[in-house]
């Protein structure tokens, strides 16, 4: 079946550090990919997503790219802020089939420091 | 503004008593689905309805039941809850054709 792996937290830098947070997926097909965000306390927000192969989402100076070649969509950011600190979600849903069912990795829980 | 609402935010209750939490929205999607979060894990799928229709995971305990009375509400009922369904319950929303999920802020359960 699919699914998602995510690389392990938590993440801690310090600001204006640059971010990456490795995802890689297996499915069959082409499913679309997505990052969601949930910060302490609240569920979870779409940040960014792709739905085919070199695509780049980016929102909130957060980008990640539609690798089909390497199965991996890894989130970047430039400069992260301590609002940034949140936990963060790699997910895809099925190309066919499924409908909109997500499929989640485990998260990765990304701390910022002054 | 259009959203996706869940009540309690937060809920305490004892072991094998008997627990509904609530979904509404506003966005007039189609389907509704609950989601299973225990720390540190990845949320996972227990059901969804296509409007009226119910679609089982095939691996979500039967303690798990759901109704959707309208378009705009969702329940989620815990029949029995044991000390391993403590976690928080997201509901999100979604109209078919679109792949992307509306989440509600979730609903943490904490059995005693």
């Known amino acids: 079946g699919d699914s998602v792996t995510q690389m392990e937290g938590p993440v801690t830098l310090s600001e204006e550090a640059f971010l990456t947070i490795n995802c890689t997926y297996t499915a069959t097909g082409y499913p679309s990919l997505f990052w969601y965000v949930q910060y302490p306390g609240e569920g979870l927000q779409l940040l960014l997503k792709a739905t085919k192969a070199d695509d780049k989402g980016s929102n909130k100076g957060f980008e990640a790219t539609y690798r089909k070649e390497t199965t991996s969509f890894h989130l970047e950011k430039g400069s992260v802020q301590v609002s940034d600190s949140a936990v963060y979600f790699c997910?895809?849903?099925?190309?066919?089939?499924?409908?909109?069912?997500?499929?989640f990795g485990t998260g990765t829980q990304l701390k910022v420091e002054l | 503004d259009a959203m996706v609402i869940q009540n309690p935010r937060y809920q305490v209750t004892q072991f094998g008593k008997p627990v509904t939490l609530s979904c509404s929205q506003t966005?007039?999607?189609?389907?509704m689905y609950w989601y299973q979060q225990k720390s540190s894990q990845a949320p996972k799928l227990l059901f969804h309805?296509?409007?009226?229709?119910?679609?089982n995971e095939a691996d979500t305990p039967d303690n798990f039941q759901s109704r959707r009375p309208n378009t705009s509400f969702c329940f989620l009922d815990i029949r029995s809850p044991g000390l391993g369904d403590a976690a928080m319950y997201l509901c999100a929303t979604a109209s078919v054709g679109a792949n992307v999920l509306t989440f509600g802020a979730g609903s943490r359960l904490t059995v005693l």
């Open positions: 309805y296509y409007d009226k229709d119910f679609n």
């Open positions: 997910a895809l849903t099925p190309f066919t089939g499924g409908g909109n069912k997500l499929t």
């Open positions: 966005l007039n999607h189609n389907v």
